[in-house]
Structures are given as C-alpha cells and as structure tokens.
C-alpha cells in the first residue's frame, strides 16, 4: 500500500534507475496531455505570427582586405626617429583587422548610419526610396536624442562584423528587413569607415607635418650659424699657416655638411607630409560586395519545427513537474 503512495520521482536508494523514471515520465505525460499538446501548438502558432508581422529578412555580407604596405607616413615617422623623437607612423593599428572589426560595428559609426540619409531599391521592381535610417528603423522615443538611442541599439542586433586574421579578411554582416536597405546599410557602414579612417590618417599627416616644419626650420637656422662660422673663421685666419687650424677648418666644414644633408632630407619630408594631409587613398580593398551576397535567411518551416519541438519539451518537462508535485502532496495528506 505504502509503495502505491509514493510520489512520482521518489526512489529507494540514491536514487531511481533510468527505466523507472522513464516510466514515471510516460505516465505523467498520459495524465497531462493536453498540456503538452497545447504548448506543442502554441509555440508554432506564436513563431509563425511573429514571422508574419516582422516579414522576412534579407542578409549581405561585405568583405575587405586591409591594406597592410608600408604608408609613405612611415617614413616620415623613421625620419623622425633619426633626430630622436618619436612620431606615430602610418599603418599599425589603423591597417589592422582587428582595428576594423571594432570600427565597424563602433557606436559612433552606428550613431553616423542612423542619421544618414539612404537611397535603395527594397526590392526589384520597386519603385526607389530616399530618407533617414532613423525613419526606416522607426524604433520610437521620447525625443530625438532618445529615438538615436534606441535605433542605434537596435542597429547592433542586425550588424555584425566578424574577421580572420589569417586570410586578413574582415567581413561586415547586416540583417535588414529588404534585400536592398541591407545592402545599402552595408555601403553606407563601409563609406563611414573610410571617412573616419581617412580623417584619421590626415590628422595624423597634420602633426608630422608641424612636426617636419619646426624641425626643418631649426636645422636651417643651425645651416646658416654654421656657414657663418665657415665665413668668419676663414675671413679671420686668413693669413695663418698653423695645421691646427686647418684641422678645426675641416670640421666647420663637416658640420656645414652634415647641416646641409639634415636640411635637404626635412625639406623632402616636408613636401610629402604635405602631400600625404590631402591624398585620398583608401588602405582597404572590397573583395566582397554586398549586392552579390545578400539573401533571404530563415526559413518558416525550420521555425515551425524547432518551435513544436520546444514546445513538446517544454510541455513533458512541465507534467512531470506536476504528476511530481501531485504525487508528493497525495504522500503527504496520507
């Protein structure tokens, strides 16, 4: 009698074996049913009404190359560190794919794409659309600042940036809700990095600049004290045969040289510090557009699927919960 009053999932020892528990799990499952088949159709129905409303999505993947030659900053940066003083050069972090893995999906260039206006075709056929992100988004808000909040937000669920540091290859991935604004979110992302990155290396172009300047001026000003010690030490001695002062002659004119080299090195440098602050060269090449990756992802009946089958599960784990709780308080009144 005492053995027909035991609660489901008690067992002698340390615990019930593997065919006991079963049993119990396929009885509690007889008792409740129908709560298993109501969350085996409830959670389908809930997928597929979701899948309804949001539509269906459309993904492009975008691939670059970083750039990772020798940036003619460089060497300016090595002629820097000649004379002992340290300049940032170009390429490093700023060529680096990892450098672009975080960029890309950064809150400021997110913040940058929220408030571009975009240009698309959704859709082949369809007639072409014009405005903000921030619109197409439409992620609601309390105020302006609020609506970027929640759009910018929202834009790091459907951007995605991923790399492979062996093949150097860094991969942008959106998720839109048409084939063309996905891959108009992917252009424009793409444009942002390279405008930041080229803002960048124009600032960085700035300072060598200011940098070879001040330098450039300091050796000639140090040229012409040493050419007028030339001048003033032969207008001086001009009559002395003494060796020594040939010997301090020689090495008036070493410096003068070594002046004149310094000052002819800085005035190249110069020239293409300045050159590099205007140049518009991208240190990175599209290897893999949007346009020609986009696709439908996701499919209805894989949801379906996977949603019954959570619902099942679910459901089994619920009535043992329940015939469980039952049979301990049964126990329990006895």
Known sequence: MADQQRPMGY??????????????????????LWLIVLLAVLFPSLALAYRVRRGPQYVATLAITPDESESPLGQVAGLAAQFGI???????QGNSVLFYTTLMTSWDILTEAVTSELEFVPRPGAEPVRAKLLTLLDRGGTSPGDSIYRAVRYLERRVQAG???????????TTADSPGLAVALSDRLIELVAEYNQQRRQSRARAEREFVEARLEETRVALGEAEKAVEEFRRTNRLATDPGLELTLDRLIRTVTLEEQSYLQ??????????????????????????TTVRRVGGTLRDLVVATLFGIV????????????RGFRDLARA
């Open 11 to 32: 067992g002698d020892g340390l615990g019930l074996s593997f065919w006991p528990w079963f049993i119990e799990v396929r009885r509690s499952m007889r008792s409740y």
């Open 86 to 92: 340290a300049v940032g050069g170009g390429g490093g």
């Open 163 to 173: 790399s492979s540091r062996e093949a150097g290859v860094v991969r942008l991935t």
């Open 266 to 291: 800085l005035a190249a440098a110069l020239e293409q510090a300045r050159i590099n602050e205007v140049r518009d060269i991208p240190v990175f090449s599209v290897v893999e557009s949007a346009s």
């Open 314 to 325: 679910l459901g089994t784990m619920l009535a043992y919960s329940l015939a469980s709780y």
